[in-house]
Nanobody, 130 residues
Framework: QVQLAESGGGSVQPGGSLRLHCAAS????????MGWFRQAPGKEREGVAI????????FHASSVQGRFTISQDNAKNTVYLQMNDLKPEDTAMYYC???????????????????????WGQGTQVTVSS
């Protein structure tokens, strides 16, 4: 049974930083694909970043490129999202997720599509406000 547990969210001022954690069980990150998604109130869930091939391949959404970095620790079976220079528009519930098939992350049309992901954590809230 795959279980994902996020932590590390909180409230920060614009320009601040946070590091989100996602601990996984029932799945090996070294041979899987993992993604971070977010959902703001009244908006659709959107892909933020994905990582696969043991952490050597990453993709970031254009809205966070240069500010957010996804990484993973295979020994700890944990994926991270380092978020720098946070903006009010980054305020959302952040989720980590894993698809059933590795091909999801290889496909540019699918890797940021929430419906392609089968396993989800409970989410961690990030609020950016002055």
């Amino acid at each position: 049974q795959v279980q994902l547990a996020e932590s590390g969210g909180g409230s920060v001022q614009p320009g601040g930083s946070l590091r989100l954690h996602c601990a996984a069980s029932g799945i090996s990150m070294s041979s899987s694909c993992m993604g971070w998604f977010r959902q703001a109130p009244g908006k659709e869930r959107e892909g933020v970043a994905i990582i696969y091939r043991g952490g050597t391949v990453t993709f970031h959404a254009s809205s966070v490129q240069g500010r957010f970095t996804i990484s993973q620790d295979n020994a700890k079976n944990t994926v991270y999202l380092q978020m720098n220079d946070l903006k009010p528009e980054d305020t959302a519930m952040y989720y980590c997720a894993a698809p059933q098939y590795l091909t999801t992350c290889r496909n540019s049309d699918r890797r940021f599509t929430p419906s392609e992901y089968n396993y989800w954590g409970q989410g961690t809230q990030v609020t950016v406000s002055s």
